[in-house]
């Protein structure tokens, strides 16, 4: 790739929306500059997103504690019957902090002790709901299929609940916790959890994952089926809110159970490496908003993890000890198309931002896509497709078939 003044942007330099557009700023004149992000962000009511102050002290633990600190604001149209319900809502991407090889529960608390900091600048931002990575408590050992790591998993009310109970009564602050769970209620069945923890401390409720993948290294369901909680909508001080976990984000229906049952606000809080899904990263969270008239907070985890075993996975690949590089870039999607620029691919981060929730019916009634969406027909497809004797509806080309020989 070539700037406008000849100089060379080196390969693999791009991290993300956010170094992109500095590349391209750099490289292209104002107007193509601004034409080419108006292509990648998207305009909100008519602008690109604005930036938004922190507080400085938010600013010194963003220095202190070297992660990525980013924020901004989705706007709405003004309203003649409606006032603005603005929320600000806040996405944590962090890396493990010691080896794998360390004792589970020194692993388990050096990753609480590194987002503590992280939590706290959310707090004096002000932030109303807050969302961590998938399986934020732990490596990410699944594709290693060794069952020694379900010692990380805990009850919904085990010891990272608890940790965060506190911080969400100090910082009136709705979390969104994913964690592997043990069920103790059914024969300690270990499920991939997201705990919703409400502003005073309480526990709001629970929704399990409900697509499990098995492509490449992630084999999950050697630890977890896929989840039995369906589509919940969970109706916090500050807004409705759901999470789809990880590989869900690569199923529509998914997104679409969430939006039908009334979510403005959906969490993907993602494990997820560059050589499998980053061309899709940005492109899926955005058309799930777009499609479903809500605003998307992705999430995902940073670092490259090394474990002491090497593993296979079927895939003609030789053994190997990392599952590849998670590639952080956690940002938002607005449901009229924009979309702030992601965190660092690298360091940890914290992304705050603002979201007018009017924009969300705002949009409904602009693309009107509830009422030209032909549930019915789609039902009745699915319906028959799920019969044993179905047949695909394929019109042949007459010219296509073999005269018969007589």
């Not at 705990?195 to 994952?209: D, E, L, P, S, T």
Request: glycine share 8%.
């Amino acid at each position: 790739m070539e700037g406008e003044n000849g100089d060379k942007i080196a390969e693999g330099s791009i991290q993300g929306y956010e170094s992109l557009q500095r590349l391209l700023e750099s490289n292209l004149k104002p107007e193509l500059f601004k034409e080419v992000s108006r292509v990648l962000l998207g305009l909100n009511c008519g602008s690109p997103l604005e930036r938004i102050t922190v507080p400085e002290d938010v600013t010194t633990l963003s220095s202190k504690y070297n992660f990525d600190l980013q924020a901004f604001s989705f706007k709405a149209d003004k309203e003649q019957l409606r006032e603005p319900r603005v929320v600000r809502v806040g996405l944590i991407q962090n890396s493990i902090s010691l080896p794998t090889t360390a004792h589970y529960s020194d692993q388990k608390t050096a990753i609480i002790e590194k987002i503590k900091p992280m939590i706290d600048a959310a707090g004096a931002s002000g932030v109303n709901i807050l969302c961590l990575q998938e399986a934020w408590m732990m490596p990410f050992a699944f594709c290693t299929r060794e069952k020694k790591w379900c010692e990380f998993a805990e009850p919904v009310d085990g010891e990272c609940t608890q940790f965060l109970q506190g911080l969400s009564r100090k910082y009136n602050m709705v979390i969104v916790s994913p964690i592997l769970e043990r069920d103790l209620k059914h024969g300690e069945t270990i499920w991939n959890t997201a705990v919703v923890i409400g502003n005073h401390g309480n526990i709001i409720g629970i929704h399990r994952k409900n697509h499990i993948p098995r492509v490449g290294d992630f084999n999950e369901s050697t630890y977890y089926m896929e989840g039995n909680t369906g589509h919940p909508v969970f109706e916090t001080a500050f807004g409705k809110i759901a999470i789809n976990i990880c590989y869900g984000r690569h199923h529509p229906l998914n997104w679409m159970g969430f939006g039908l049952n009334g979510a403005e606000i959906v969490f993907n809080p993602s494990a997820t490496v560059g050589e499998l899904s980053e061309p899709m990263w940005p492109i899926e969270a955005r058309n799930a908003a777009i499609a479903n008239s809500y605003y998307v907070g992705s999430i995902n985890r940073v670092g490259t993890e090394t474990f002491p075993n090497p593993f296979t996975s079927g895939d003609g690949k030789p053994a190997h000890a990392d599952f590849g590089h998670f590639y952080g870039s956690s940002h938002f999607s607005g449901p009229d198309s924009s979309c702030t620029p992601s965190l660092s691919r690298y360091r940890d981060g914290l992304l705050i931002s603002d979201l007018d929730l009017n924009l969300c019916r705002q949009i409904k009634d602009k693309w009107a896509f509830r009422m030209t969406a032909r549930y019915e027909m789609y039902a009745d497809l699915l319906k028959r497709y799920l019969e044993p004797g179905y047949e695909p509806q394929v019109i042949v080309d007459p010219s296509l078939q073999k005269p018969e020989h007589r």
